[in-house]
Every structure is written in structure tokens, then in C-alpha cells.
């Protein structure tokens, strides 16, 4: 059974830094692409950033480039997402993402709310 589970979300001021992480179990998580997305309050989610199985190729939103950073750790089977100079429009609950063949799979998510 595969799941995800979001850490490391929280209250924040703009312009601090966070780091979430996904624990993934139950899939191969070295052979898998993973992406982050998030849902702001009243909104569709979003695409936020993507990286590939090797994590050498990364994939931004124009809206969190040069801001955050996706990374992961095969070896703890551990996706992560740093968090640079956040925004109030940041605010959303972040959600970590599998694509397997025959499904994706997303965690419970993470709140992030960023204060002006």
C-alpha cells in the first residue's frame, strides 16, 4: 500500500523559509518522478514543482521559481521542498505526488500559511 505523509508545515511570516517533507512507503520510490502541488484557500490545486526518479532534473511553477527548491533522498525514500522568501499567496496546503502505472497517489497534505 503506498503512502505519503506531508511534514513540516506551519505558521510563518513572509519572507522566512520552510522546509516540507513527503515519507513515501509501499512503491519504489528511486524509480518514480514525484512532484509537489499545493491548494490555496478557495482555489484548484496547483502544480508547484517536479523532480525526476535520479533527482538531477527539477521542473518550477513560474510562481515559486528561484524561490524554492524541490530535492529528495532515495536512500530515506524522502522528497523535500525548501521554501525561500515565502509570500502571503504562498498560503495553501501542500501536497506531495507519486505517478505509478496504474495510479497517482498524494498525501494528506501540509498547511503553510505565510503572515504579512
Known amino acids: 500500500q503506498v503512502q505519503l505523509v506531508e511534514t513540516g508545515g506551519g505558521l510563518v511570516q513572509a519572507g522566512d523559509s520552510r522546509r516540507l517533507s513527503c515519507a513515501a512507503s509501499?512503491?519504489?520510490?528511486?524509480?518514480?518522478?514525484m512532484n509537489w502541488y499545493r491548494q490555496a484557500p478557495g482555489k484548484g490545486r496547483e502544480f508547484v514543482a517536479r523532480?525526476?526518479?535520479?533527482?538531477?532534473?527539477?521542473y518550477y511553477a513560474d510562481s515559486v521559481k528561484g524561490r524554492f527548491t524541490i530535492s529528495r533522498d532515495n536512500a530515506k525514500n524522502t522528497l523535500y521542498l525548501q521554501m525561500n522568501s515565502l509570500k502571503p499567496e504562498d498560503t495553501a496546503i501542500y501536497y506531495c505526488?507519486?505517478?505509478?502505472?496504474?495510479?497517482?497517489?498524494w498525501g494528506q497534505g501540509t498547511q503553510v500559511t505565510v503572515s504579512s
Open positions: 509501499g512503491v519504489t520510490f528511486s524509480l518514480r518522478d
Open positions: 505526488t507519486i505517478q505509478t502505472p496504474t495510479r497517482a497517489y
Open positions: 523532480i525526476g526518479a535520479s533527482g538531477v532534473s527539477t
